[in-house]
Nanobody
Framework: QVQLVESGGGLVQTGGSLRLSCAASGRTFANYPMGWFRQAPGKEREFVAHISESGGSTHYAESVKGRFTISRDNAKNTVYLQMNSLKPEDTAVYYC????????????????????WGQGTQVTVSS
């Protein structure tokens, strides 16, 4: 069982930056591939980024590629999402998620592939 707690959300102006953190419980954090998803009002939850267990492989949604960076510190049981050049369309509740098994190209972007979810943190980008 893994418990995830996100932090770092808030209100920022267009072009600004935020860094989200997701702290995980448990001693086997390094065994879990991690992902970030987001859900805007009235929209379905969507994939943002994925990072492999070791951190050696990352993937991003096209809408955030070049602006967001996912990273992890397995010694601190924490995954991060650095968000730069924020836009109003990035406004959403951001969730981190952990999967029990290694994810591949056909699965890392699907929320059904992840087994554990945090409660979410609100990010609001003003225009």
């Amino acid at each position: 069982q893994v418990q995830l707690v996100e932090s770092g959300g808030g209100l920022v102006q267009t072009g600004g930056s935020l860094r989200l953190s997701c702290a995980a419980s448990g001693r086997t954090f390094a065994n879990y591939p991690m992902g970030w998803f987001r859900q805007a009002p009235g929209k379905e939850r969507e994939f943002v980024a994925h990072i492999s267990e070791s951190g050696g492989s990352t993937h991003y949604a096209e809408s955030v590629k070049g602006r967001f960076t996912i990273s992890r510190d397995n010694a601190k049981n924490t995954v991060y999402l650095q968000m730069n050049s924020l836009k109003p369309e990035d406004t959403a509740v951001y969730y981190c998620a952990a999967a029990r098994y290694t994810l591949y190209s056909a699965t890392y972007y699907r929320d059904a592939s992840y087994n554990y979810w945090g409660q979410g943190t609100q990010v609001t980008v003003s225009s």
